[in-house]
């Protein structure tokens, strides 16, 4: 499975940015989803996540509100749309499978996924 994320760039606090992943593979379309983002020399962390057929979502607190996680499976495609973006905002952002310990719940474990490039999101105040 090979993850593409792209979207990512310089904006100003308060602007917003809309992130994509494109998945190859067959499986995207029964495939959880979620995006996650390591701000710099810290862990991975997840931001929000998103069931296979899109009638589940999950977001982090810090962005809940601000965030909108979506998908289009015939796409191979999931979307992060991100406004009112603060400096604290920056990092690099990922997509990547969503797992976890019970349905709906925050992804879990997922400290030793293998990680695409990413896109890098730079929030200025």
């Known amino acids: 499975v090979q993850r593409v994320e792209s979207g990512g760039g310089l904006v100003q606090a308060g602007g917003s940015l809309r992130l994509s992943c494109v998945v190859s593979?067959?499986?995207?379309?029964?495939?959880?989803i979620a995006w996650y983002r390591q701000a710099p020399g810290k862990e991975h962390e997840w931001v929000a996540a998103i069931s296979w057929r899109g009638e589940i979502t999950h977001y982090a607190d810090s962005v809940k509100g601000r965030f909108t996680i979506s998908r289009d499976n015939a796409k191979h495609t999931a979307f992060l749309q991100m406004s009112s973006l603060q400096p604290e905002t920056t990092a690099i952002y990922y997509c990547?499978?969503?797992?976890?310990?019970?349905?709906?719940?925050?992804?879990?474990?997922?400290?030793?996924?293998?990680w695409g490039q990413g896109t890098q999101v730079t929030v200025s105040s």
């Open positions: 593979g067959s499986t995207f379309r029964t495939t959880d």
């Open positions: 990547n499978d969503w797992n976890s310990d019970y349905p709906g719940g925050p992804p879990v474990r997922f400290e030793n996924y293998c």
